[in-house]
């Protein structure tokens, strides 16, 4: 199983991005697909998570801001970001917790994509 994540970049403040993460490999079903993000000397913080149901939670910080969504078919979680400021500056990461094929049985993981950067200048 690998998750790709892409979409980072550089905007202005007030701006908007969109990061997708596409999860392949002999794949099972996905439960949880959150978004976190890891800003220059911080810990690691959970930015957005969506269940397999779609129920949604969100940091307070980028509550009314941020959006997650999800499309199962595809296997792909979305992250879209408006009313973006510096602070979002970090590099983002989606995170899945899959369940897969492994020779004649089902076995899950827990798995981390690659990271995008996310720069916001003020």
């Known amino acids: 199983v690998q998750l790709q994540a892409s979409g980072g970049g550089l905007v202005q403040a007030g701006g908007s991005l969109r990061l997708s993460c596409a999860a392949s490999g002999s794949i099972f079903s996905i439960n949880a697909m959150d978004w976190y993000r890891q800003a220059p000397g911080k810990e690691r913080e959970l930015v957005a998570a969506?269940?397999?149901?779609?129920?949604?939670n969100y940091a307070d910080s980028v509550k009314g801001r941020f959006t997650i969504s999800r499309d199962n078919a595809k296997n792909m979680v979305y992250l879209q970001m408006n009313s973006l400021k510096p602070e979002d500056t970090a590099v983002y990461y989606c995170n899945a917790v899959v369940t897969f094929y492994s020779g004649s049985y089902l076995n899950s993981g827990d798995y981390w994509g690659q990271g995008t950067q996310v720069t916001v200048s003020s």
């Open positions: 969506i269940t397999s149901g779609g129920s949604t």
